[in-house]
């Protein structure tokens, strides 16, 4: 085997494999998405056992079961759980200028956390438990992209 | 009920970061041939195989036909998985249902990756939630990067205290000739390393592996057939929760996530099967999924070695290091090589080969009790305790 090596580089094949897909987001999904894409409202679902609001919404309690018929409307704020500041990523999977904050997002009213993008925080400023708020793109379409990150709460006034 | 199952034969690859020179399915061959000739048996004498990948890390489904040509399955039954992180110790567990159902006498498992063959993250993006997940995906490192940020807030742990965690699997990895990085990193090293994702540092994290292991896994039954001595599955146990990357953060039903119950749970079954009640004192030696840095401070509390929050103070004493009071990872661990179908197998072979005596270098003495963990994604665990002793009865 050893012979017919010598200088010879080993075949690699290049290749790409893009694939179309359909995802639906189901009643409980778009129902959650048509709001936050025409009235900027972010809504959760109540489980009537444990009482635990979820956001993103379940339609059923991950923990006892039962449905969560119940919708309740959240705040555009919240506080900060926990957070990162994006040093790298991958350029073609979320083309967004370095470094970015992403963090785990308590919205006012819900017991769970919500994934986003962070940014307009100073150096130093990102910590457990500050204040936040959402901002909302100008064209929305019914994604969780219709919030196009959050940022420290700034006071009105 | 059932049967009693050890581990009577492992093979592994040398893991490295690019295996051009083999296929997939010639990878795989190279840990079975090394398998079966370690439990001094043939492929004919195999009588079921479970094999486990990540499908889109290579791009290729049908893993558990395709496979057939390395595997040496031919027409034997086949289960093929995947479940992250998991992959290698889930193929482990599911060897071991195998056998101990009593249905098959002598399983093959395989865990492989090539790595080298596809952008990990834009791979590893397809294991998350279309909605909630993807359109703001930041990477895998940064996922772990969240967890890091609450445990620092949470306990008051540093970024030292994370790099002491990774420069002892470095160190440790220098004395296993199949680990993929021989590097002496210091903790100064890992300190002034680049930020991926802050806390996160490039030398707090595992590198990407080409390489493939197998364990071969005999009932009660057939045992003495095998020229080494056993590896008993003592008990095994797997948690999955949570379904978002968000999950863990906030109180949902199960208290605060930062403490890890899936790990917590699980290590709490396997210990209250065989008895373990001071888990530091009573096992020898451990092969933790540690992917990043902070995971070896946290885990080991999750794992009862130390109470929560004690992590940092119990691998700045020394008990994790070789020599210690239960060493971690002296195969280097995760932090050393990561072909992530084959990690977790590896976890379990490398028990296997210490309780064996066997691990060279690396050996820690007189190993009665070792312990495997496979880690995943949103924060799910396998745990597996393997011993020299037969079990009395069998157990789950
Ligand atoms: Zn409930």
Redesign the interface.
């Given at each position: 085997m050893e012979d017919w090596r010598k200088g010879q580089e080993i075949v690699v094949m290049e290749g790409r494999i893009k694939v179309p897909y359909r995802w639906a987001a189901g009643e409980v999904g778009t129902r959650y998405l048509q709001a936050l894409r025409d009235e900027r409202k972010f809504l959760g679902t109540r489980c009537p056992g444990c009482g635990i609001v979820y956001h993103p919404p379940r339609r059923h309690c991950p923990d006892c079961g039962r449905e969560c018929a119940e919708w309740v409307e959240l705040g555009d704020r919240g506080t900060l759980v926990s957070y990162t500041v994006v040093h790298r990523h991958h350029p073609q999977l979320s083309p967004l200028p370095l470094p970015f904050g992403y963090g785990i997002v308590k919205l006012e009213g819900a017991d769970t956390g919500f994934l986003h993008l962070l940014y307009e925080f100073g150096e130093g400023e990102l910590e457990a438990g500050l204040p936040v708020e959402a901002v909302f793109a100008e064209e929305r379409e019914g994604s969780v992209l219709d919030v196009r990150y959050f940022r420290p709460l700034r006071e009105v006034g | 009920m059932g049967k009693r199952v050890a581990v009577v034969g492992v093979g592994m690859t040398k893991q490295r970061s690019s295996r051009?020179?083999v296929t997939g399915q010639e990878l795989i061959n190279e840990a079975v041939r090394a398998a079966l000739e370690d439990a001094g048996i043939s492929r004919r004498d195999i009588d079921a195989v479970v094999i486990g990948n990540m499908d889109h890390f290579e791009?290729i489904n049908y893993v558990d036909t395709w496979s057939v040509d390395g595997s040496g399955a031919l027409m034997k039954p086949i289960m093929k998985l995947t479940t992250g992180g998991t992959t290698g110790t889930t193929v482990a567990m599911a060897a071991y249902y195998h056998v101990a159902s009593g249905l098959f006498d002598r399983v093959l498992a395989i865990g492989w990756e090539k790595n080298s063959e596809s952008?990990t993250?834009?791979a590893i993006?397809t294991a998350f939630d279309?909605?909630?997940?993807r359109?703001?995906?930041?990477?895998a490192?940064?996922g772990l990067?969240?967890?890091?940020?609450?445990y620092m807030?949470l306990t008051g742990a540093t970024e030292e205290d994370a790099a002491y965690v990774a420069a002892r699997e470095r160190r440790h990895a220098l004395n296993n000739p199949y680990a993929h990085l021989h590097i002496n990193l210091t903790i100064e090293d890992i300190m002034n390393s680049?930020?991926?994702?802050?806390?996160?540092k490039m030398g707090d994290m595992c590198p990407r592996t080409d390489g493939a292991c197998a364990v071969i896994f005999a009932s009660e039954d057939v045992v003495d057939e095998f020229p080494s001595q056993p590896a008993w599955i003592l008990a095994v146990a797997d948690r999955h929760l949570w379904?978002?990357?968000?999950?863990?953060?906030?109180?949902?039903?199960?208290e605060n996530g930062w403490w890890f119950p899936a790990l917590e749970w699980a290590a709490g079954e396997v210990y209250d099967k065989v008895g373990i009640r001071d888990p530091l004192k009573e096992i020898d030696v451990a092969e933790l999924y540690l992917p990043y840095s902070f995971a070896g401070l946290r885990y080991m509390e999750s794992l009862g070695f130390c109470e929560r929050g004690g992590g940092p103070a119990l691998v700045r004493s020394g008990a994790t290091d070789m020599g210690g009071e239960c060493p971690v990872n002296p195969s280097g661990g995760v932090m050393s090589s990561n072909a992530i179908g084959a990690t977790g197998l590896l976890r379990v072979a490398e028990c296997a080969l210490q309780i064996q005596g066997r691990a060279g270098d690396r050996q820690v003495p007189e190993v009665k009790i070792a312990l495997a963990t496979g880690f995943g994604g949103c924060f799910w665990s396998d745990v597996l305790l393997m011993g020299r002793e037969m079990p009395e009865k069998p157990r789950g």
């Open positions: - | 051009p020179d791009g952008d993250t834009g993006i279309p909605f909630w997940d359109p703001i995906f930041a990477g490192v940064a990067a969240l967890e890091a940020t609450q807030h680049p930020y991926l994702s802050w806390p996160v379904a978002y990357t968000s999950d863990p953060y906030v109180n949902q039903a199960l």
